[in-house]
């Protein structure tokens, strides 16, 4: 049996009322408190006997991720019987793409991007999970409703429903910073927007430089300020302006789509807020932009940055660095949104196998499996979150777990040549000096010919 932890929404309500009486309020340190009575460990799995059966599985996951996640399913393996083989590589989302339209897709099929699974779903190469697992998700997945809808797409009738169940999924909501900087000078990680805001400008008073911001990568340049802004968004705006304006439903002119960039713009494009200034937020690569944190006279204080960000600090003293939620707004009572992303499982070839491995990721035990490897977060209430494999990983899992609201990020969902195309390139365009109302009309300019 589990022992049941103090509901998330009770401590909401807390918040409100002590908004309401002008204090402030935190979510980190709530979600820890709701969460410290750790549950019982669940039984194990004991899954449906299916010798002789074969599963297939395409994935993205190679080396380091793909023994991680054979990890997982050698446990399916196992407790089932069933033989599983896995058709994984890098290149896996064009793979799927292929099969489905040859007829050769696998049975799961483990897709990254949202934009391929509504493709699928629009050309009837995806099986319906279900209002059952829908149900479930809803019930035991913190943010539970936000996860249902974003696994939901719309087959060829134009009908939504559930076909992809999130599993391994990541967090961008986070600032990163270093406590020992910060105890120096006597700041405290800020418990809301506003207190986010008054610290900014508190260092800027001290004389030191409060973030550091870096845009390039590559081809993929300008994808680290889509984050920024859809970050903004979550903050400034109800789920449903978010929604809207990832399928453009409202232009990318619209005053609130203006107001999250210019919140953006409000530190990148001012010197005394971002380290080296606009033009250095433009050339620097997003691999190298932390490493302001670090030493004795650090470039910056902060970093707003997705968990994996960690993988490019410097090796000797990436121990010395933290995290806080990217917070929200206490006059904008919205809630705790958190941006982030992950994998979604689809049956893509239905059989007894495939059904049986759809539930086995229900249970508790496939989460925690990964979870003690790394590299892995789940938002499931029931994984004993003492599995995970280092203090950071627990960090951001406690953070998805005190999310009222989930979101993918929104250049994700656009269509390519949208999201990963004029959206990227305005915001470099943007952050060099170029006028936001010319740059948003480019990018609407853009969607309308894909129409």
Same mark, same amino acid.
């Given at each position: ?28 340190? /709530?979600?820890?408190? @709701?969460? =410290? $009575?750790?549950?019982?460990? %669940?039984?194990?799995? &004991?899954?449906?006997?299916?010798? *002789? ?82 149900? /479930?998700?809803?019930? @035991?997945? =913190? $943010?539970?409703?936000?996860? %249902?809808?974003?696994? &939901?797409?719309?087959?060829?009738? *134009? ?293």
């Amino acid at each position: 049996m589990h022992r049941s932890p103090t509901p998330w929404h009770s401590f909401r309500s807390q918040a409100v009322r002590r908004t309401k009486l002008g204090h402030s309020f935190c979510l980190l340190s /709530w979600v820890l408190c @709701a969460w =410290a $009575a750790q549950p019982a460990l %669940a039984d194990d799995y &004991q899954g449906p006997e299916l010798k *002789g059966e074969t599963l297939t599985i395409s994935c993205p996951w190679t080396g380091a991720e793909g023994d991680n996640f054979r990890s997982v399913t050698a446990l399916f393996e196992r407790r089932t019987g069933a033989v599983v083989h896995h058709a994984c590589s890098q290149s896996s989302e064009q793979a799927i793409l292929a099969n489905a339209k040859n007829g050769t897709s696998t049975n799961i099929s483990v897709i990254p991007q949202p934009g391929l699974a509504a493709q699928l779903a629009s050309m009837g190469a995806m099986v319906p999970l279900g209002a059952k697992t829908q149900a /479930w998700m809803e019930r @035991a997945y =913190a $943010a539970g409703q936000s996860w %249902a809808e974003l696994g &939901q797409f719309s087959n060829a009738q *134009g009908k939504k429903e559930l076909y992809g169940l999130a599993f391994n999924v990541n967090v961008k909501s986070l600032v990163w910073y270093i406590p020992k900087r910060f105890e120096e000078k006597g700041y405290k990680a800020p418990q809301s927007m506003e207190q986010l805001e008054a610290l900014t400008q508190r260092m800027v008073k001290d004389g030191v430089t409060p973030w550091c911001i870096g845009l390039e990568s590559e081809a993929a340049s300008g994808w680290p300020a889509t984050d920024w802004v859809e970050d903004m968004m979550l903050r400034l705006h109800p789920t449903s302006v978010y929604d809207d304006w990832v399928t453009n439903r409202i232009p990318f002119n619209d005053p609130r789509v203006l107001e999250a960039i210019k919140a953006y713009g409000k530190i990148a494009t001012d010197p005394a807020l971002v380290a080296g200034g606009p033009k250095a937020v433009n050339s620097t690569s997003f691999k190298e932009s932390p490493r302001g944190l670090f030493g004795n006279q650090p470039a910056c204080y902060m970093h707003r940055q997705a968990s994996f960000i960690s993988s490019f600090f410097p090796e000797r003293q990436a121990q010395e660095a933290d995290f806080f939620y990217f917070p929200s707004y206490v006059k904008k009572m919205l809630g705790f949104p958190v941006l982030g992303g992950g994998t979604l499982f689809t049956i893509t070839q239905d059989s007894k196998a495939a059904r049986a491995f759809m539930a086995f990721l229900q249970h508790p035990q496939a989460h925690e499996t990964w979870m003690e490897r790394g590299g892995f977060l789940t938002p499931h209430r029931a994984a004993d979150r003492r599995k995970y494999r280092d203090r950071l990983q627990r960090k951001a899992g406690d953070i998805l777990l005190g999310a009222t609201t989930i979101r993918f990020d929104g250049s994700d969902l656009m269509p390519a040549a949208v999201g990963a195309g004029t959206f990227w390139k305005g915001m470099l365009d943007y952050t060099g000096g170029k006028n936001l109302e010319v740059v948003t009309a480019d990018i609407d300019k853009s969607w309308k010919a894909l129409k």
